[in-house]
């Protein structure tokens, strides 16, 4: 298929999106990732069950601590994809990737070299 | 176990917003149980407050360490030696915790991070609920194992009241009517009879009417 998708998005394999936890997201934003984007199997899909679930909870705490703190929620989001579905992650990709550029960068990077 | 909940990331924000060097200290025990103050619940408020005060421009020093227990001189020892490096210590551990902590450190700025709750169970993941209020004298024994003073809103002796409708209480239609639970479980016993005791007056001088309270065990003081 050779398909494309942004070169600065950097995959972190999970064995299931269950796994992904708050800290994992927040641990990402303070080493500087500018958005965090959790795909996961198709709901009802899941192989665990309800990894997909818990996941898209737990973005959502994600999402919800990081408006509190200024970072902005709206960084991070849920995609739901069968593994079969290479073009829709491709767009999915381009689709979390313009919408973090029209953001900004992630406030922390640049204020921890101002402040360090 | 003491169940705690979470305390709002903003109200913490609050106290310590002037502080530039801030220890989040986790308790091993209830709070990492129920969820609330645990390692894992340090290291996500550590890092939230980390990129608060980022964003907010400011160089903040923010440590994790989570003890086995803070109710305990032993363990709160283990951070003598770093304890006074901090401008202020945010402890996750339940009221007991806290205070035993501020005792210690006397001159130590210690801030609670959870609301400590009730004495409860662990019904299913993300559901606790109340079942003991540690009255001091236990009445497990004639109530066939469910507590009157803990689960009963009137906390009545001799139950059910009129607002008992159903299995459930008056206060709230999703509550179980704790005299209901009593009657059922002495039921199921075939000891109905033991319903039919009154309870005299309970002594409630062993409750929290008689002041903080405390346990001395000669037999096993050193």
């Known amino acids: 298929m050779r398909l494309n998708y942004p070169a600065s998005i950097r995959i972190i394999r999970v064995p299931c999106t269950g796994k992904v936890d708050v800290i994992h997201i927040l641990r990402a934003f303070e080493k500087g990732a500018d958005g965090v984007c959790v795909v996961g199997c198709m709901e009802g899909d899941c192989h665990f069950k309800t990894g997909n679930f818990r996941a898209r909870k737990r973005v959502e705490q994600a999402q919800k601590l990081l408006d509190i703190i200024g970072t902005g929620g709206e960084r991070v989001q849920m995609y739901n994809l069968s593994s079969g579905e290479g073009p829709l992650f491709a767009r999915y990709a381009k689709e979390i990737y313009d919408k973090v550029k029209a953001l900004g960068p992630n406030p922390v990077k640049g204020n921890k070299q101002t402040a360090a | 176990m003491i169940v705690a909940d979470k305390k709002p990331i903003e109200e913490i924000i609050e106290q310590i917003k002037d502080c530039a060097k801030i220890l989040i200290l986790g308790c091993n025990e209830c709070v990492t149980v129920c ?113 009157p003073v803990a689960r009963c809103a009137k906390r009545l002796l001799n139950g059910p009241c009129g607002g008992s409708s159903n299995g459930k209480c008056e206060i709230n239609p999703e509550l179980d009517c704790a005299w209901q639970l009593i009657i059922d479980r002495l039921k199921a016993l075939g000891r109905l009879e033991d319903y039919e005791k009154l309870f005299e007056i309970k002594d409630w001088s062993t409750d929290r009417a008689g002041g903080p309270r405390k346990v001395v065990r000669e037999d096993v003081q050193i």
């Open chain 2, 35 to 147: 969820e609330a103050g645990g390692k894992k619940e340090v290291g996500v408020l550590a890092s939230a407050l980390r990129m608060y005060f980022l964003n907010h421009n400011k160089e903040v020093k923010i440590d994790e360490i989570t003890l086995e227990r803070q109710c305990d001189h032993e363990y709160l020892e283990e951070i003598r030696d770093v304890a006074d490096q901090y401008d202020a210590i945010v402890s996750l551990a339940c009221g007991v915790g806290v205070q035993f902590m501020a005792e210690k450190y006397h001159t130590q700025r210690i801030y609670p991070g959870v609301n400590t709750c009730f004495l409860g169970a662990t019904e299913q993941r993300g559901l606790w609920t109340e079942r003991c209020q540690a009255c001091g004298s236990c009445l497990l024994a004639y109530t066939a194992g469910i507590c």
